[in-house]
């Protein structure tokens, strides 16, 4: 095994994720962290992985594909910061959202379809 490969290993190792995802309070990506006592004593940490958990829950992942995503993103961005300081409600944010990427799907079908 090479040189990189190892220390990949090493960084995704429990006790490396665990130390990581500790000292940066966000969700550890080793199965084998969430044994680990910090991960029980961070509120927001135990939430994310009960709502994770639930039969309701639905993880979507970005469509990569998309060649507008990138500039999607940054506008979502920017719109987040407007929700932030109340000058856009969530409703709108997430519509907005919506409608970008079915746009940008939609014109991607197009594309490969010719």
């Avoid at 992985?49 to 970005?62: I, R």
């Amino acid at each position: 095994m090479s040189s990189l490969w190892k220390f990949i290993q090493f960084l995704l190792s429990a006790t490396s994720n665990g130390y990581w995802n500790e000292a940066a309070g966000q969700i550890p990506s080793n199965v084998g962290v969430l044994k680990q006592s910090w991960v029980q004593q961070q509120q927001p940490i135990k939430s994310m992985l009960t709502a994770l958990s639930s039969k309701n829950t639905h993880v979507v992942e970005e469509p990569q594909y998309l060649p507008q995503l990138g500039g999607i993103e940054n506008d979502m961005d920017i719109a987040w910061q407007k929700v932030l300081l109340g000058q856009m409600s969530p409703q709108q944010w997430a519509e907005t959202l919506a409608g970008d990427l079915n746009s940008a799907q939609t014109q991607f079908q197009q594309e490969t379809q010719k």
